[in-house]
């Protein structure tokens, strides 16, 4: 019988952007630093995929001691790709056919050489030692590489013919100081130098057991072909159900012994992330708009038109205020829909009036008339007059383009700007 786990945050969308798998690598990272801080009694479980209702979602799960703050940590880690929310979800059951990635060379250390009886068992115990050791090193350490997550979850998109219902799952936890000391010297000891400095790969290592499975049958080439393209030397292998159970359900404690370096992990766990086009089955949203202090803070001007308020770099707040004369130059007001472009020339109009100046506003028909005569105090009443210009039901029905050539050359020139 499941049991709810109150100890899950999920995707609630993703967050739309450029650089779709740059940022996607970037939060993978930082989601296994702040793993990696939380110590060996935490266990993350990262649920990636087809896991209820046949769509794709990302669920986050904590078992064993649950970190302080560890939502915010989650929240920070995948801030540049989607908005995280609490929830509370039964525990899904492992599927019932399972693989895991893993290098395709060996990492743990090699076995000791038993002493046989016998001189010539002896002899074979150390060509076996040499002939593992020389495997190893010919085998180089898994590359990661740019690939989109998008590949692997728009099978579950497909066609019902088609669809694979695939589910990635990810256990980390932090690793021991003993086996990150042995992920390091594996590392170090067989390095290529053409690669560049070991210790980037070695990186913090993690625990980690990355997991793949489908309800519906065995896994297909073409998952595997995609597979592949995440790492180089990468290899998929099919666990029996007794070890998919306890690989895909485990705890904590389970994961001693699976201590990867950085470089491994970031080939094997992929977050989604939303680019240009949308992802396979979940939902996106365009980003908050950033809050970008006003450093420095410009001198206040004599008679300013206030704005609105602003923040500072030292997290203080302060009016923003413009002088009238700076509205003699040029200005052009940029935004999307519903940014506050309508509420900006509304807030400039009063200011104005307020400031006893003169203007002449031209609505294009978006509503930012009527705003303004509602936000204009009685005070004021006196100095306006509103022309609606077009309307044959109104009292000035004007058409500047009616007028002959040369009386339009004469209004425009002289009286309009």
């Not at 809050?291 to 997290?315: Q, S, Y």
């Amino acid at each position: 019988m499941s049991t709810p786990s109150t100890d899950t945050v999920r995707i609630k969308h993703l967050i739309r952007g450029s650089h779709a798998m740059e940022r996607s690598a970037q939060a993978t990272a930082r989601l296994l630093r702040v793993v990696g801080a939380w110590g060996q009694g935490a266990e993350l479980e990262l649920t990636v995929g087809v896991i209820r209702a046949r769509r794709n979602d990302v669920s986050f799960t904590i078992k064993g001691v649950a970190p302080n703050g560890w939502v915010e940590d989650l929240k920070w880690a995948l801030e540049d790709v989607a908005e995280l929310q609490r929830v509370s979800t039964p525990e899904a059951p492992a599927p019932r056919y399972v693989a895991e990635l893993r290098p395709s060379r060996d990492f743990s250390p090699l076995p000791a050489i038993q002493d046989p009886d016998d001189g010539a068992g002896l002899d074979a115990a150390v060509a076996e030692f040499v002939r593992q050791r020389e495997v190893r090193e010919r085998t180089p350490w898994p590359e990661p590489r740019f690939a989109d997550l998008a590949d692997l979850l728009g099978f579950n998109v497909a066609p019902a013919k088609d669809r694979l219902d695939l589910v990635l799952r990810y256990r980390i936890s932090a690793a021991a100081s003993i086996e990150e000391d042995m992920a390091g010297q594996a590392v170090i000891a067989s390095w290529d130098p053409s690669r560049g400095d070991p210790h980037e790969y070695v990186g913090t290592p993690v625990r980690l057991r990355a997991l793949i499975g489908s309800h519906l049958g065995p896994l297909p080439g073409r998952v595997e072909a995609v597979l592949r393209q995440w790492a180089s030397f990468l290899d998929l292998v099919t666990l029996g159900d007794d070890d998919a159970i306890r690989a895909w359900s485990g705890g904590p404690l389970d994961l001693a012994g699976h201590a990867v370096p950085r470089g491994f992990a970031m080939g094997c766990v992929r977050l989604p992330a939303a680019g240009g086009r949308p992802f396979p089955g979940m939902r996106a949203a365009e980003p908050p708009l950033p809050v970008i202090p006003l450093d420095p803070v410009p001198a206040k001007p004599r008679d300013g038109i206030r704005l609105g308020r602003a923040v500072t770099a030292d997290g203080s707040s302060t009016d923003v205020l413009l002088s009238p004369t700076d509205l003699r130059q040029h200005m052009y007001v940029q935004g999307g829909s519903g940014s506050g472009k309508t509420t900006l020339e509304a807030a400039l109009a009063t200011g104005l009036l307020d400031a006893d100046c003169s203007f002449t506003f031209l609505d294009g028909g978006e509503g930012a008339l009527d705003m303004i005569l509602d936000r204009i105090p009685a005070a004021h009443a006196d100095k306006v007059r509103v022309v609606r210009h077009g309307d044959p039901s109104l009292n000035a029905p004007v058409n500047l383009l009616a007028a002959p050539p040369d009386k339009l050359e004469r209004m425009v020139e002289p009286h309009w700007v």
